[in-house]
């Protein structure tokens, strides 16, 4: 069963320009985190953002929680050619495994 | 830590053929979860074994699907007998914890089954 969905399914960018992609979930959760996957590779985690917290930053990563609204946003400021890639992002409830969404596309042309 | 390693990388067998998919997790790390990705389903947990027990294997989609973890180091997934259906890039991945622990994702194994 799919808890998050990624909003866009895909996204255009320039280089320098910022990303934002969000995530909405149907149910409550315990931590939120994102993933990024390059082509042809394994996910890899972004950040971890937890049900009590409403905004965490990492490098040009910033991630905010809206419980209320049950939603998440993703924002990567000046990006980067190499920030190509999908990003997931992944939801759990209390004693499940992660549920992770479809993903966004994010593609950024220099 | 080399990461979780995975193997093959690639497999292209034909129907009706046994697929084994080969997995190492993290040292240290007590869960290990294998997902498979397609375009149409996205990423779907299959199983997740916590200190070398499955504990979930829900998304196991067919009996034809097994998963063994004989020891702390390393995990199967077999398929038999493999259907073009299942062609897919299966993960394995392992971590510290169930979800509020960051999980990391072996290079993934792409399964054609023709």
């Known amino acids: 069963s799919q808890q998050g969905e990624e909003d866009p399914q895909a996204l255009s960018i320039q280089e320098g320009e910022n990303a934002t992609m969000n995530c909405s979930y149907k149910?409550?959760?315990?931590?939120l985190q994102w993933y990024r996957q390059n082509s042809g590779r394994g996910l890899v985690h972004l950040i971890l953002?937890?049900?009590?917290?409403r905004e965490k930053h990492s490098g040009r990563l910033r991630v905010t929680l809206d419980t209320s609204k049950k939603s998440s946003s993703l924002l990567i400021t000046a990006s980067r050619a190499a920030d190509t890639a999908s990003y997931f992002c992944?939801?759990?409830?209390?004693?499940?495994?992660?549920?992770f969404g479809k993903g966004t596309t994010l593609s950024v042309s220099s | 830590d080399a990461g979780v390693i995975q193997s093959p990388r690639h497999e292209v067998t034909e129907m009706g053929q046994e697929v084994t998919l080969r997995c190492k997790p993290i040292s240290g790390h007590d869960y290990l979860f294998w997902y498979r990705q397609t375009m149409m389903r996205g990423l779907e947990l299959l199983i997740y074994?916590?200190?070398?027990?499955?504990?979930?294997d829900s998304g196991m989609p067919e009996d034809r699907f097994s998963a063994k973890m004989p020891n702390a180091s390393f995990s199967t997934l077999k398929i038999q007998p493999s259907e073009p259906r299942d062609s897919a890039v299966y993960f394995c991945a392992s971590s510290l914890a169930l979800a509020q622990e960051t999980q990391y994702f072996g290079p993934g194994t792409r399964l054609l089954v023709l």
């Open positions: 992944a939801t759990d409830q209390a004693g499940t495994a992660l549920i």
């Open positions: 074994f916590n200190n070398n027990v499955p504990i979930d």
């Open positions: 149910t409550s959760i315990n931590n």
């Open positions: 953002i937890r049900s009590n917290e």
